[in-house]
C-alpha cells in the first residue's frame, strides 16, 4: 500500500492509467470534442518503421527474458539438489539448452523480420500494414517465449530435484519439459503466418 493508502504495484498503475485515459476519452467524447480523441490519426502519426523495428525488439527482447527465466530457475535447483546427488548435474543440462532455445526463437524471428526492413521515401497502406504487423508478431513472439521459458524452467527444475530424488524419473519427467518447449515454437510459427503476406519495405 502507497503513503495515502492506495495500492502501488505496477499491476494498480497499469489500472490507474487505462482508468484515466477512459475517463478523459469519455469526457472528450461526451462533450463534443471527440475528433480530439482520435487513436487512428495517433497511429497513422507513428512511422510504420518504428512500429515494426518494436516488434523486432520485443521479439528478441522478451525471448531473452523467458529464456534467462527459465535458465535461472532450472539452474538453481540443478545446483542446489546436485550438493546432495552430484550425479544429476550433466544430464540435467539438457534443460538449460531447452531454455536456451527460447531465445534463438526470438533471434530467428528478428532476423525473418528485420529483412523485410528498407529505406522509404513515403508511406503506403501497404507499409503501414507491414509495420503493424511486424510490431503485432514481435509481441506474439515475445509473449510465447516468456510463457514457453517459465514453462521449461519450471519443469525443468521439477525434473531436477526428481532426478535427485529417482533417477528412474529423469526421463519421465523430462517430457513434460519437452512439451512446454513446443510453446515457443508455436509462437514462432504464428508469427511466420502473421507476417506471410506483409511486402517488404519499398523506396
Known sequence: MGALGYASSPAAY???TVAATIVIGLYLTLTGYGESFDVGSYLL????YMWASTGIALAIGLSVVGAAWGIFAVG????????KAPRITTKNLVS???CEAVAIYGIIVAIVFSAKLGAVSTYTAASYFTGYAIFWSGVTVGLCNVA???????????TALADAHDSQL?????VIGIFGSVIGMFGLIVALL???KAPDFKV
Request: aromatic fraction near 8%; charge should be positive; glycine fraction near 16%.
Open 45 to 48: 502519426a507513428i512511422s510504420p
Open 96 to 98: 538449460i539448452i531447452f
Open 170 to 174: 529423469f526421463v519421465k519427467v523430462l
Open 14 to 16: 497499469a489500472v490507474y
Open 194 to 196: 502473421q507476417t506471410g
Open 148 to 158: 514457453c521459458g517459465v514453462a521449461v524452467g519450471l519443469t525443468g527444475s521439477s
Open 76 to 83: 538453481a535447483s540443478i545446483l542446489g539438489a546436485g550438493v
